[in-house]
């Protein structure tokens, strides 16, 4: 499996970005994926995921009515749009996939994905 991020960049205090999420490589099913980000001297930090064959979606509480989480399953792509960004909002994103059955509680687990995709940096500056 190979997932591509892309759509970071830098934006004011208030702002907004619209991040996607491209996977290929194999024959998919049932599968999730996540967002996931790092900042600086931080560790990595579940932000929300979404089952792509069914209606299962998770948020992590601090991006709850800000971000939200969508996908195009006939493209096998996910996207985060993230309104009202803040400076603690500044982080590289990345995005995850797993073919595991997660519930809430596991979902937000870095070590439940199988496959990451290279980081895409959102700086927002105040």
């Known amino acids: 499996v190979q997932l591509q991020a892309s759509g970071g960049g830098l934006v004011q205090d208030g702002g907004s970005l619209r991040l996607s999420c491209a996977a290929s490589?194999?024959?998919?099913?049932?599968?999730?994926l996540a967002w996931f980000r790092q900042a600086p001297g931080k560790e990595r930090e579940f932000v929300a995921a979404i089952k792509m064959s069914g209606g299962s979606i998770y948020y992590a509480e601090f991006v709850r009515g800000r971000f939200t989480i969508s996908k195009d399953r006939a493209k096998n792509t996910m996207y985060l749009q993230m309104n009202s960004l803040k400076s603690e909002d500044t982080a590289e994103y990345f995005c995850?996939?797993?073919?595991?059955?997660?519930?809430?509680?596991?979902?937000?687990?870095?070590?439940?994905?199988?496959?990451w995709g290279p980081g895409t940096q959102v700086t927002v500056s105040s």
């Open positions: 995850a996939w797993t073919s595991r059955g997660l519930i809430t509680t596991t979902a937000r687990l870095p070590s439940m994905y199988d496959y």
């Open positions: 490589g194999r024959a998919f099913s049932n599968y999730i």
